[in-house]
């Protein structure tokens, strides 16, 4: 009844209007007042349409499937044809007793579904995890279900082995896997000293684990979810779904400081009788054998849930693998030291051994205690380091630069700095659109504004806001707008700087994508080099920046992160190990935390695990059906 009353309210004030725009000798009082009325009336509707969706419960989308499967029934029995019983549109027909109780629909579909064979069946252990509740502020012990990994590499190999040696060793098989694991024995430290005989090299599988959260803005109170999947460091070139496999998915707000590592201590243990060659499993008469090799995320998680590489403190481990810090009386000890002289870098690089010998065993990472992890091996990958870190601070500096030194546009001496900066980025904008036509390239990237590039004003540190494939885009639009400007007869000295940054960089990106999972010495170098290259290049242009001031140019430019020392970090081990850093990008894994945040955010919270996971299992059939016909 209320909603009704604002229609009718809604409506009249529509026909005010009306009126009001007929009749030119209305006064603009008269105007404003028909118009404010209509705004307060809309607003008021808004409100309680939301507070109506807020308490009353919508169709669910089990419910819709029930409806549409019994529709679909009562449409055979009128035109004389009677669907069998045992049918699976007649079993959808009636979930939820025919739709009376909607909300068990979604529970019977999944038993329908898994019952028809339209879901991997894979067993769910239910796991002692402890929770946060936020009602009562108390910390207490759940179950909380969590897919056996064991069990999905069982139903995975009971698909057929050549779907099991696609999806574990992915495109380059048993000799890419071999020259690999002989590489690694060679030049890698955590793998020198392994026990495994080079007869077991093809069929070896290396396993990560990977977490993430990702928004989940619907039935969930903290408005997010954590996930963790694992997968083979091999099947990096497959998609999404098939590379990553889901362990489990829990709300965030009901975390506490104790909820992953009890989860961590459960996965360990199953990664640990998944590797045993002791347990008689179907895929060792193959030749093949899982081997727990490294972790996996953005630089948030690996701080937060394996306690390292803390880079929001001044000192006190800065960074796990050396003894860089952010504030120190000697430049050489900080982090924003590149160069083969830093203190940091001539101290050498901290050990697993020797970390391990300074922490209590609680405070390492249990992958570390449990899964023999070694302390390079928690990897935070190139598309969170790179593409969604420091290409941002790289593409606003330089994109800045352009503007102001009048590469679109002469840029103004004089008026009010925002409004100069819209202008011309308006120009850059066009630019960067005809780039891509003329490349045949696609990006979703919004229009440049000061508020995406941070740059209201000159005090203000540019970091142009993009998803990571655009951010990609920008970069290599910016290389060539920077090597041309650098190639002028009238080049400044300061524009070829800015240029050998940029170019660096791409050079190095390139590499990351075009060179294979192992490097040769050659590439290795080079790759070493043109990162080594950048970093410096970065760093002078930091320093020419901060002994600017007024209206100069690279006045507040170039802001070095902790992300530009773990690259340096990266490289680094590129060069000792001969491992591509680039096969260890997450952007599969981007996509598949979306997936899995589409999915829970349709669940309720309170069985937002069970369900994801059931839900979760119905695509992976899919997936895995769809991937096998391409083999």
Same mark, same amino acid.
């Given at each position: ?57 919508? *169709? ?58 339209? *879901? ?61 694991? !002989? ?138 693998? !050396? ?18 002289? *830093? ?157 050998? !940054? ?123 059906? *769809? ?5």
């Amino acid at each position: 009844m209320q909603m009704d009353g604002h229609s009718d309210e809604l409506n009249l004030s529509f026909a005010n209007l009306q009126k009001i725009t007929k009749n030119k000798e209305t006064s603009p009082e008269q105007c404003f007042a028909a118009v404010e009325l209509a705004s307060q009336r809309l607003q008021l509707f808004n409100e309680d349409k939301a507070e109506a969706n807020r308490v009353t419960p919508k *169709s669910k989308k089990a419910k819709k499937v029930q409806q549409l499967a019994q529709k679909a029934v009562q449409w055979c029995n009128a035109r004389g044809v009677n669907l069998p019983l045992n049918n699976l549109i007649s079993k959808i027909a009636k979930i939820g007793s025919s739709g009376k109780h909607a909300q068990n629909c979604e529970r019977d579909l999944q038993r329908t579904i898994k019952r028809f064979c339209k *879901s991997i069946d894979v067993k769910v252990d239910d796991v002692p995890i402890r929770l946060y509740n936020p009602a009562t502020q108390e910390i207490y012990e759940a179950k909380v279900p969590v897919l056996c990994p064991i069990s999905v590499a069982h139903a995975i190999w009971a698909e057929g082995p050549e779907l099991f040696k696609a999806i574990f060793l992915g495109n380059a098989g048993s000799e890419g896997a071999r020259k690999f694991w !002989c590489n690694a024995k060679q030049n890698a430290s955590w793998f020198k000293d392994s026990v495994f005989t080079e007869d077991q090299y093809e069929g070896l599988i290396p396993l990560y684990l990977y977490g993430d959260d990702v928004d989940a803005f619907r039935n969930t109170d903290g408005g997010a979810v954590s996930a963790i999947t694992w997968g083979s460091d091999f099947g990096y070139k497959n998609p999404a779904m098939v590379q990553n496999l889901l362990l489990c998915v829990y709300a965030e707000y009901t975390a506490c400081e104790f909820t992953h590592a009890d989860l961590l201590r459960h996965v360990m243990d199953k990664f640990k009788h998944l590797s045993d060659p002791r347990i008689n499993h179907p895929w060792h008469a193959s030749g093949f054998r899982f081997y727990f090799a490294s972790c996996r995320g953005d630089l948030k998680w690996i701080s937060e849930k394996y306690d390292l590489h803390h880079y929001q403190r001044n000192a006190d481990e800065f960074c796990s693998l !050396c003894s860089a810090c952010k504030k120190h009386e000697d430049v050489r000890y900080t982090f924003t030291d590149f160069r083969e002289t *830093s203190l940091h870098k001539c101290g050498g690089r901290v050990s697993t051994l020797d970390y391990m010998a300074t922490k209590a065993i609680e405070d390492l990472p249990i992958p570390m205690v449990h899964g023999g992890v070694a302390l390079v091996r928690f990897l935070h990958d190139v598309t969170h380091s790179q593409l969604l870190g420091t290409s941002k601070v790289l593409n606003g500096s330089i994109l800045t630069y352009l503007v102001e030194a009048g590469h679109f546009a002469p840029f103004p001496r004089t008026g009010i700095y925002e409004l100069s900066m819209t202008t011309l980025l308006r120009l850059a904008f066009i630019n960067f659109k005809r780039w891509l036509r003329v490349n045949q390239l696609q990006a979703t990237q919004a229009r440049f504004t000061c508020s995406r590039l941070n740059r209201k004003h000159r005090g203000m540190f540019p970091a142009l806001a993009s998803k990571a494939i655009n951010g990609k885009r920008i970069t290599f639009w910016l290389c060539d707008l920077a090597v041309a400007r650098a190639a002028r007869s009238n080049a400044t000295r300061l524009d070829e700087d800015v240029a050998v !940054c940029v170019w660096s960089y791409c050079k190095m990106l390139k590499m990351f994508d075009l060179c294979g999972m192992v490097l040769s010495d050659a590439e290795a170098a080079e790759l070493h080099h043109l990162g080594t290259l950048h970093l410096l290049a970065y760093a002078r242009l930091r320093s020419l920046s901060s002994q600017t001031a007024g209206k100069s140019l690279l006045r507040s430019s170039f802001c070095i992160l902790p992300k530009h020392h773990y690259l340096q970090h990266a490289l680094d081990e590129a060069l000792e190990s001969r491992v591509n850093p680039g096969v260890y990008n997450l952007l599969a894994a981007e996509h598949w935390v979306g997936i899995i945040g589409r999915i829970a955010r349709t669940c309720h919270r309170s069985t937002l695990s069970k369900r994801s996971i059931e839900r979760y299992l119905c695509i992976l059939r899919l997936r895995l059906t *769809s991937f096998r016909r391409r083999l």
